[in-house]
């Protein structure tokens, strides 16, 4: 065989192997792009599935956490003043299981029915109520609070992400509010059955702002 056809076959098989080293890298270099196109993917799905709010049980234990649901219905006692004939029976229901004290009490007509004037303090036992609030004049104390039955999602807000559910709740009577509530004049009392009210969950970095959006309606007539 000639020395030029040598040269031939030699410059063939480079240039075979040119062409399949430069096919590997085009092979690699497309692979590589999809799988950091792969986990750009799934980094984006995470974070989108970071930014849900919870579920279920989770759900309503965030919802009832938040302000506008930790708001008790409460009774306010005053320091001093008359004192309805139709509420003489919760300040004495009050003081004697502990929560206040009638230091003075004298009979006032301000209608056919005796009311009274009265002078009164509170107590520690008081102070030491979930809710408790002392206003200066007078202090106001916690009847019931809202407790969330279920949350139920309608839709996701376009602009702002926000999440907006309808949410039913109830009043469930608290401490003094057991003690004192058949005592209460039927205007004072807490609202019976099932209310539905509009709430929206709005993402931030650390977590979630809850709101009331909507006014409440009384579901179960």
Not at 25 to 35: D, K, N, R
Not at 54 to 75: H, K, M, N, R, V
Not at 94 to 119: C, Q, W
Request: proline share 5%; net charge neutral.
């Amino acid at each position: 065989m000639s020395e030029t056809s040598d040269v031939r076959r030699s410059a063939c098989v480079v240039r075979s192997a040119g062409f399949w080293v430069l096919g590997s890298l085009v092979l690699f270099a497309a692979c590589g792009g999809a799988s950091s196109r792969d986990a750009g993917i799934t980094a984006g799905a995470a974070l989108s599935n970071a930014s849900r709010p919870p579920e279920g049980a989770e759900l309503e234990t965030l919802i009832q956490s938040s302000p506008d649901f930790q708001q008790p219905l409460q009774y306010f006692v005053h320091r001093n003043g008359y004192v309805q004939p139709g509420e003489l029976g919760v300040y004495r229901s009050l003081d004697r299981n502990g929560f206040i004290h009638i230091d003075a009490e004298t009979p006032e007509y301000k209608t056919t029915v005796a009311g009274a004037s009265m002078v009164v303090s509170i107590t520690d036992r008081a102070k030491a109520l979930p809710g408790f609030k002392d206003n200066g004049s007078n202090w106001g104390l916690p009847l019931a609070h809202q407790r969330v039955i279920s949350a139920t999602l309608k839709e996701q807000g376009q602009v702002n992400g926000a999440y907006f559910y309808d949410v039913v709740y109830d009043w469930q009577s608290d401490d003094v509010g057991g003690l004192i509530e058949s005592d209460l004049p039927e205007r004072m009392k807490p609202p019976q059955g099932q209310y539905q009210v509009g709430v929206s969950l709005q993402p931030t970095k650390t977590g979630w702002i809850v709101r009331q959006y909507a006014g409440r309606v009384r579901i179960d007539r």
